[in-house]
T-cell receptor, first 113, second 116 residues
Framework: DAKTTQPNSMESNEEEPVHLPCNHS???????IHWYRQLPSQGPEYVIH???SNVNNRMASLAIAEDRKSSTLILHRATLRDAAVYYC??????????????FGTGTRLTIIP | NAGVMQNPRHLVRRRGQEARLRCSPM?????VYWYRQLPEEGLKFMVY????????ESGMPKERFSAEFPKEGPSILRIQQVVRGDSAAYFC??????????????FGPGTRLTVT
């Protein structure tokens, strides 16, 4: 799987939008961009994924650059419950047996009340 | 619909003992993954199983570790002759299908293994 680069940490004020960046300059055409998060003392949780177009769901939005070399996870109105480590992961499922998630170091998001 | 269940949540073993970690996937899921998270480190893939088959064990240590997912019952991660370095959180995840358009993995709460 291609590599991703994320800032180690970010802070945001409660009830404000948060933009979490991810660089993936070596992304291939068959790589999907997935985001997971891990709240303290819990297992990771799926957030969102996309291929080329921007995506929205009840948790977040995913903005994908036109050249797909970067993406941004957007939390529209952060709450204290959003404090977690956020992982940006590229997944190429075109080959059988390639299903594992490869976690990097992620971005530790701190929400300031 | 119950999520992924793991037990025990906490497990303490003395050096040299065996540890057995259990994972029940979500209903309807036939793919199971095990990951390990060492203290203050990221999650590392260990093994991917489908019912009765190991698909990818590229992340499993060559010795003392084994995993199974029988036709009936939970998936088991077994660690023989545990050492202090095995102390970690072990997470299980499951998924329904490998279809790329809807392929999220659902994680359990983890088993925290402490070797004394």
């Amino acid at each position: 799987d291609a590599k991703t680069t994320q800032p180690n940490s970010m802070e945001s004020n409660e009830e404000e939008p948060v933009h979490l960046p991810c660089n993936h300059s070596t992304i291939s055409g068959t790589d999907y961009i997935h985001w997971y998060r891990q709240l303290p003392s819990q297992g990771p949780e799926y957030v969102i994924h996309g291929l080329t177009s921007n995506v929205n769901n009840r948790m977040a939005s995913l903005a994908i650059a036109e050249d797909r070399k970067s993406s941004t996870l957007i939390l529209h109105r952060a709450t204290l419950r959003d404090a977690a480590v956020y992982y940006c992961i590229l997944r190429d499922l075109s080959n059988f047996g390639n299903e594992k998630l490869t976690f990097g170091t992620g971005t530790r998001l701190t929400i300031i009340p | 619909n119950a999520g992924v269940m793991q037990n025990p949540r906490h497990l303490v073993r003395r050096r040299g003992q065996e540890a057995r970690l259990r994972c029940s996937p979500m209903k309807g899921h036939s793919h199971v993954y095990w990951y390990r998270q060492l203290p203050e480190e990221g999650l590392k893939f260990m093994v991917y199983l489908q019912k009765e088959n190991i698909i990818d064990e590229s992340g499993m240590p060559k010795e003392r570790f084994s995993a199974e997912f029988p036709k009936e019952g939970p998936s088991i991660l077994r660690i023989q002759q545990v050492v202090r370095g095995d102390s970690a959180a072990y997470f299980c995840a499951s998924s329904r299908t490998r279809q790329a358009s809807s392929y999220e993995q659902y994680f359990g709460p983890g088993t925290r293994l402490t070797v004394t």
